[in-house]
């Protein structure tokens, strides 16, 4: 009655409105995560189900006098034991299944993309194209990519330790200095999606911001050709606002 009345959607109510994925990966992580939810509910309902029957039938009656006192219950407590070890055991290796096909690397991308989280904004490579984009603080940049085309990215930071999210990817990676990470996805939806930082980082965290725009292959290779005019050929290594205010880059030509 209350979901009713509230007009909540089943996705809203029960998965707590997951997005729909909008790459050829996201139905791993989203059947993960309702299968995830699904278990946990059934075991809310049967424990709340337990404590309402054990309210009614032990309550204490009129003219009872206190109950008799019990301690230890050697079926019970094993019970209570190996149910749970079992179910943090079955989540394990869902987990640990989806984890190993979403992050399986096959190396037959059509672009390779090297990002770059510097504090406080993004270097996006475009490494098969030789050019770069590159954002602010107060300028979001946006990832241009092809619909239906699979993409490797390499996660850099000159800095520190940022996040790379992609809302409706369902799906983040750290991007931690010292360390290239990498994974493929295929974005599989035409349209803009919202990108972020996921890991507190700093000052100017909270505007560390994103738009990931994917295309038909005709504008992307435009929006190529559009950069290239600008001049932003090569490889962006870096890009931060020194102490003083001014603002230091470093770029290499592939």
């Known amino acids: 009655m209350a979901l009713v009345a509230s007009g909540c959607t089943a996705n809203e ?3 707590f409105d997951l997005p729909e994925p909008a790459t050829a990966e996201g139905p791993i992580i989203q059947n993960l ?5 699904i278990a946990a509910w059934g075991v809310g309902i049967l424990t709340w189900g337990l404590m309402l029957w054990a309210a009614i039938a032990y309550r204490r009656r009129k003219g009872n006098e206190t109950p008799k006192q019990t301690k230890y219950n050697l079926p019970l407590e094993i019970l ?9 055991l079955g989540l394990f290796a869902f987990t640990a299944r989806d984890q190993t096909e979403v992050l399986a690397m096959e190396n037959d ?14 270097t996006f490579n475009y490494l098969d194209e030789d050019v770069y984009d590159v954002g602010t603080p ?14 490797k990215f390499e996660l850099t930071s000159p800095d520190v330790i940022h996040s790379f999210w992609v809302i409706d990817w369902l799906f983040k990676m750290d991007v931690i200095p010292g360390k290239v990470n990498q994974f493929e996805i295929t974005p599989n939806k035409l349209g803009t999606f919202v990108g ?5 980082c700093g000052t100017d965290h909270a ?10 292959r005709a504008e992307f290779d435009q929006h190529m050709e559009d950069l290239r005019s600008k001049g932003q050929t090569g490889k962006l290594e870096s890009e931060r606002v020194s102490y003083t205010g001014e603002r230091e880059s470093e770029r290499t030509n592939l």
């Open 109 to 122: 991308q059509s672009q390779t993309v090297n990002v770059v989280g510097f504090r406080w904004s993004w």
């Open 13 to 15: 109510a029960f998965f």
């Open 80 to 88: 209570y034991t190996i149910v749970p070890l079992i179910m943090i």
């Open 196 to 200: 972020r930082c996921a890991e507190l």
């Open 138 to 151: 107060g300028q979001p940049p946006t990832l241009w990519l092809p619909v239906d085309e699979k993409v």
């Open 33 to 37: 995560w309702n299968g995830a939810w």
């Open 207 to 216: 505007r560390m911001l994103f738009n990931v725009k994917v295309v038909s």
